[in-house]
């Protein structure tokens, strides 16, 4: 059964206009008509993404409906905890018995009291596979499970205590996402590593907005994971990875909610034109990306009040020339001031610097 809460995002518990403002912004997000000329691969994902999107809203916007499909959820939570003790009694004794040869008898008699059904230890049953018999102590995957929670629990409270209690940075830093999709010298990671990296941070920043929602830091952390797990994707297209082209056409409405994390943090704190400049910059790849102009002069219109409001925020130029570049016909020149500008910046950051080196010297052959 599909779980139309997780489809639409809102609480088993939301309300109906919950439901209705989730619908709402969603349904806009997978617009297909707003991906005309986009790769096809996207333009399926969106029309999926939508189809599933307007039968959740179809049953949870209806009381009745929804009252069905919550009974029914219901029913299917009982019956997994019902057969839960059922599948694990099944396993503790079948999957243990050892179905090896016996050891030969040697033409003697068996000693007395000689198994003649033993069972593998508890290392090998774990190694093929097999549950051993419960024998009270706790089963050899518990000490990995709690420290996985442990751990996770560690990541949310670091972020939760680093969130409250530093305040977000309005000058140009090394923190924040990585604005273009330019690597900065590093050991090339594998795919997989490409793939996982900030997954966590995503689900844990996610966690922080829901306890301090309030929090303008905490807004701005999400869209930063959100961010550097797109782009550490694109920058990488060009390496000629299929399997990479294919999560970046999924991964490319995190733009959009990146910006909406930025535009949410902008709404408690309106005057951080770093913040502006990190909206203006998703909202450019979105829509670089996803062939829609409209996208890209949302983001220029952010990029220059951001500028107005910091003109020397190295960020905040390079933000700024990679939303010129962006647009159709790109603003090429125009962005090559700004970038130019950026680096005779006194104290620049060094990771920013050379950014914006790297791109001079692309759009300037």
Not at 23 to 35: M, S
Not at 116 to 124: A, E, F, G, I
Request: aromatic share 6%; charged share 25%; proline share 8%.
């Amino acid at each position: 059964m599909q779980d139309h809460y997780e489809v639409l995002q809102v609480h088993p518990k939301a309300d109906r206009e919950a439901i209705q403002a989730a619908y709402n912004r969603l349904r806009e997000r997978y617009n297909p008509e707003a991906l005309s000329g986009a790769a096809d691969e996207l333009v399926e994902l969106a029309r999926r993404r939508r189809d599933a999107i307007e039968l959740a809203y179809t049953i949870l916007s209806d009381a009745e409906r929804r009252a069905t499909y919550d009974a029914g959820l219901a029913d299917r939570r009982v019956v997994e905890a019902a057969m839960a003790p059922l599948e694990a009694a099944v396993d503790d004794g079948d999957a243990a018995l050892d179905y090896r040869p016996l050891p030969p008898a040697n033409r003697q008699e068996r000693p007395k009291g000689f198994n003649s059904q033993p069972t593998l230890p508890r290392s090998r049953a774990a190694r093929s596979g097999r549950a051993a018999p419960s024998s009270g102590r706790l089963p050899y995957w518990a000490p990995l499970a709690l420290i996985v929670a442990a751990a996770t629990f560690g990541v949310v409270l670091a972020i939760l205590v680093s969130t409250v209690m530093n305040p977000p940075q309005t000058t140009a830093t090394g923190e924040g996402p990585n604005l273009l999709g330019v690597p900065t010298p590093a050991a090339t990671p594998s795919t997989e590593e490409i793939v996982n990296r900030f997954e966590g941070q995503i689900v844990a920043a996610r966690q922080v907005t829901e306890q301090v929602p309030e929090n303008p830091n905490a807004w701005i952390e999400l869209g930063h994971a959100l961010y550097d797990s797109t782009v550490v994707v694109r920058e990488r297209l060009g390496s000629g990875d299929t399997a990479l082209q294919s999560v970046y056409v999924e991964r490319l409405p995190r733009w959009l909610e990146a910006s909406e994390a930025y535009r949410t943090a902008l709404e408690l704190q309106p005057n951080n034109p770093v913040i502006r400049a990190d909206l203006a910059a998703s909202l450019c790849y979105y829509g670089a990306d996803a062939n829609d102009q409209g996208y890209v002069a949302q983001g220029i219109d952010e990029a220059r009040q951001a500028l107005a409001e910091a003109p020397e925020d190295a960020r905040v130029l390079l933000g700024m020339g990679l939303c010129l570049v962006s647009a159709d016909p790109p603003q090429t020149q125009e962005a090559l001031v700004q970038w130019q500008k950026l680096v005779v910046l006194p104290d620049v950051d060094p990771n920013i610097a050379f950014q914006a080196r790297q791109l001079i010297d692309q759009y300037s052959r």
